[in-house]
């Protein structure tokens, strides 16, 4: 069964910058996709997403703000958030896609407030 533990959350001022990191463990052999949705009062919405191989797809709202970065020797994906803005606030989720189980896997959500 494969675990995803987040950290790097906080409150961060408009235009600065945050690294949220996913640690991934158990069985990493089925795990094909992983990225971040974020949810704010309302759905959970999609912010980026990285393959096995390094393919990323970005919400129009996060291009040229955040990058997704994934380092498959420490199960472990990142999320570069520069250029913050208040309307970033909301909580991120970390996923992975277990295709054994055919399954998403989520984190608890780490916390990211945007404010001055």
């Known amino acids: 069964q494969v675990r995803l533990v987040e950290s790097g959350g906080g409150l961060v001022l408009p235009g600065g910058s945050l690294r949220l990191s996913c640690a991934a463990s158990?069985?990493?052999?089925?795990?094909?996709?992983m990225g971040w949705y974020r949810q704010a009062p309302g759905e959970r919405d999609l912010v980026a997403r990285i393959?096995?191989?390094?393919?990323?797809t970005y919400a129009d709202s996060v291009k040229g703000r955040f990058t997704i970065s994934r380092d498959n020797a420490k199960n472990t994906v990142y999320l570069q958030m520069n250029s913050l803005k208040p309307e970033d606030t909301a909580i991120y989720y970390c996923?992975?896609?277990?295709?054994?189980?055919?399954?998403?896997?989520w984190g608890q959500g780490t916390q990211v407030t945007v404010s001055s």
């Open positions: 996923y992975a896609w277990d295709a054994a189980a055919s399954k998403d896997v």
């Open positions: 393959t096995r191989t390094t393919r990323t």
């Open positions: 158990g069985n990493m052999f089925s795990i094909s996709d």
